[in-house]
């Protein structure tokens, strides 16, 4: 019972100046492992045909399974090899200007603890499964890696700006919630929906959902549901369009986003190319704001 209420086993961990604790990967216990091991398997049978190959290939790169939380010095020395990324653990969220400067230098900082049982299907912090079974495949990838650097040197200029809201939405668009067009559809990218088994469904066959061809000034301007699914998706041609159209100064782009009104998460615009427009019927009479 103990275990069950404790969300988070690094809560008082010692923290270093970058915010990274010890793993302590040994002091998980017999029934954490298990709690991973129940999620990948359930998220193992529904990605088949639902994720990107990228990511369904570094998956299997990684060694990434169902036999455990994974040790993350183990995964880094894995991962190195193929992008120079590595994993760094942390406690939990952290503060802003830390998360952008270890994105910028290739570490990926991920919640070390594991959600306790009576949140196994939604959790508000991201965990050690969203951030590692959901974020860290796509690192090994040469392109998504290169997008992921550009966008933690993007953060620390959006910081010193005072845009840091814009381009969180472009985290939240894509790094989260993005899909991809491929020869065979629609396929997911986003950790927030790879981690999510109702989700990883809705995103790509739900009727509900508008999704809309990615446009980098449209993606700034739209706010975005947190708790809830996504009353919208973007969805990438491929991550050499996303890398091409974020490896930029944002500057003449921030002067011009404050003029521009906000777009709530629902909202169709003129401009934009439609590939489904959502009938919104999962969202009617719950009360959703945008935030």
Request: proline share 5%; hydrophobic share 40%; with cysteine.
């Amino acid at each position: 019972m103990a275990e069950a209420l404790q969300k988070n086993r690094y809560a008082d961990a010692p923290r270093r100046a970058d915010w990274t604790i010890d793993q302590q990967w040994t002091s998980y216990t017999p029934q954490e492992h298990d709690r991973w091991n129940r999620l990948f398997a359930r998220q193992a049978k529904l990605l088949p045909g639902r994720a990107c190959d990228a990511f369904l290939a570094a998956k299997q790169k990684l060694e990434l399974s169902r036999d455990g939380i994974p040790d993350f010095a183990e995964l880094s020395a894995r991962l190195s090899v193929f992008t120079g990324w590595r994993v760094v653990p942390v406690a939990g969220l952290i503060p802003d200007d830390a998360f952008f400067d270890h994105l910028a230098n290739r570490r990926f900082p991920a919640g070390a603890f594991i959600r306790p049982e009576h949140e196994l299907d939604y959790l508000s912090e991201p965990d050690v499964f969203h951030d590692v079974f959901g974020h860290v495949p796509l690192l090994a990838d040469p392109v998504y890696a290169e997008f992921l650097e550009a966008y933690g040197k993007g953060g620390q200029r959006a910081l010193r700006r005072g845009q840091l809201h814009h381009l969180a939405r472009l985290y939240w668009y894509t790094v989260e919630f993005g899909l991809i067009s491929t020869s065979q559809g629609l396929r997911i990218f986003g950790a927030g929906i790879l981690s999510s088994p109702g989700e990883t469904v809705f995103a790509l066959e739900d009727s509900s959902p508008n999704r809309i061809a990615f446009d980098l000034e449209r993606v700034m301007r739209t706010k975005y549901i947190i708790s809830d699914y996504q009353q919208t998706y973007f969805v990438v041609e491929s991550f050499e369009q996303l890398l091409q159209k974020c490896y930029q100064d944002f500057g003449a782009l921030y002067d011009d986003l404050r003029m521009q009104p906000d777009i709530a998460a629902q909202e169709i615009t003129p401009a934009d190319r439609i590939l489904t427009k959502g009938d919104h019927h999962y969202f009617e009479g719950r009360g959703l704001a945008a935030e």
